[in-house]
């Protein structure tokens, strides 16, 4: 009862096994949601691949390479919020465990 009443929070175990779930399957779930999404619109899918075509053609190696860089560290950086965003959860945690007990 005391968890349906928040006056017990859930363990640290759990919020680690949503960061897995989180870290791994988020951007495996967006990838594939937004593949079905361009496959089932066919007038979409035509559009896109040909202006993704177009850009990709219109863009020097070294645009390229920085389009590239960006997504990897906008990638790199979601992940890394993800990861300080449970750690304060958890420390949170264990400094209220501490107070309270």
């Known amino acids: 009862m005391d968890f349906l ?3 017990r929070f859930i363990s640290i175990e759990v919020l680690i ?3 897995y779930i989180g870290a ?5 779930m967006l990838w594939s949601i937004m593949s079905w999404a361009i496959k089932r619109y ?6 896109f691949n040909q202006v993704k075509e177009e850009l990709w053609q ?5 645009q ?12 790199l950086f979601m992940e890394l ?5 449970f750690e304060f959860l ?8 501490a107070i309270v007990l």
Request: a positive charge.
């Open 5 to 7: 009443s928040f006056k």
């Open 42 to 47: 066919q007038l979409i899918e035509t559009d």
């Open 17 to 19: 096994t949503f960061y």
């Open 81 to 85: 919020f993800l990861r300080i965003f």
């Open 64 to 75: 390229k390479f920085k389009a590239l860089l960006f997504f990897i560290l906008s990638f």
């Open 58 to 62: 219109t863009l020097t190696p070294y």
């Open 90 to 97: 958890i420390a949170y945690m264990q400094i209220r465990d």
């Open 24 to 28: 791994v399957m988020t951007p495996l």
